[in-house]
């Protein structure tokens, strides 16, 4: 197919209802997901269907069969014996959800996907971010199952390490998402050529700040560590308790501690945030482009009621709302520093 050029402002508007719909799935997959971790219900479905797993059991009969399947596995021996069906039947449902809503981002990417290459509305470069979008999807939903298949064998939880994978994915595909959006309604910055100066590279700094302390809140919430110590500033009366170096060798304790992963969580929350402050005062003068100064004020501002999320989910003890809403908070954390990234490139 020929290369197109320019995109038309309807065709702008297509693409960008179309990726915008399939970014806000991916939001609600976040917050799905979320739920399903805090009801226990991410080990529900023993089974990975891919083409047939679509429709839940119906019938009597076929959900006595799916929940005989869940009693053979670690969490119903370990943590749920003698779960009735009617408490199985709501485990079930948000896992369900969480794997059904995967399938529908999956449905609709694609066949617009179909129908606007065929519009022939991709150009070269646009068709691979596609075609990359598409496999991280893909691989999105070969990372969950093999994250569930840890919590199937011997110990019923999930490794901390494959749900940190998963959620860190997920946050790749929405910015990755954001990204294209954002390229798409700016053909008529894409004509001048990138800095990438130090405002540039500033924000990659603080967008590697920014993952690092995504991945110890993923750490906190497999290991379940926000449970303990719900106090704030302190660590039940201590800045630093006893138990943080309580493994050996000594590092493990940065990977598989609880109390560690939730003392480096809370702190580098603060670490981010001062950060990032610091690059507002730095480059706040730098340019007069008022996207990036927009960018460097949603920034921390998204930052500062992430942090009031976190400490409000602590200390009432992991709250399914409020502990939910601190996960989806960090989605629009990254979608504020996409944007940073993106408009400080032709900033100096």
Do not use: C
Not at 66 to 84: A, C, D, H, R, T
Not at 239 to 261: H, I, K
């Amino acid at each position: 197919m020929a290369a197109r050029t320019q995109l038309s402002g309807k065709q702008r508007t297509q693409l960008t209802m179309w990726l915008g719909s399939v970014a806000l799935l991916v939001l609600l997959m976040v917050l799905v997901g979320g739920i399903t971790r805090l009801t226990h219900s991410g080990l529900s479905m023993v089974e990975w269907r891919p083409l047939m797993g679509t429709l839940p059991p119906i019938t009597e009969a076929q959900w006595q069969e799916v929940f005989l399947k869940y009693q053979q596995f670690p969490e119903y021996k370990q943590i749920n014996q003698g779960m009735s069906l009617s408490e199985f039947k709501f485990i079930f449902f948000w896992e369900f959800s969480h794997r059904l809503l995967g399938r529908l981002i999956g449905l609709v990417f694609f066949i617009p996907f179909l129908y606007f290459w065929a519009k022939n509305y991709f150009n070269s470069r646009l068709f691979k971010q596609l075609a990359v979008g598409l496999a991280l999807g893909a691989s999105q939903g070969l990372m969950g199952w093999y994250m569930v298949k840890s919590g199937l064998v011997d110990v019923p939880y999930v490794s901390h390490y494959r749900l940190a994978a998963h959620l860190i994915l997920a946050f790749i595909i929405e910015a990755f998402l954001l990204w294209i959006i954002f390229e798409i309604n700016s053909e008529d910055e894409s004509m001048q050529k990138p800095l990438h100066g130090r405002a540039f590279w500033g924000s990659v700094l603080l967008s590697a700040l920014v993952g690092l302390q995504i991945i110890y809140g993923a750490f906190v919430a497999g290991k379940k560590a926000g449970y303990g110590y719900n106090s704030f500033p302190l660590m039940n009366g201590r800045w630093l308790p006893d138990d943080v170096f309580a493994l050996s060798p000594a590092w493990t304790n940065l990977l598989q501690n609880s109390a560690m992963l939730q003392f480096i969580h809370r702190w580098l929350a603060f670490v981010v945030l001062f950060a990032v402050i610091a690059y507002v005062i730095l480059f706040w003068r730098h340019s007069s482009n008022p996207k990036f100064k927009a960018a460097l004020i949603a920034l921390p501002v998204s930052l500062v009621v992430q942090i009031a999320l976190g400490i409000a989910t602590l200390v009432m003890v992991v709250p399914i709302s409020v502990a939910v809403l601190h996960q989806i908070g960090a989605l629009f954390v990254v979608g504020a520093l996409v944007r940073l990234v993106y408009t400080s490139r032709l900033v100096d």
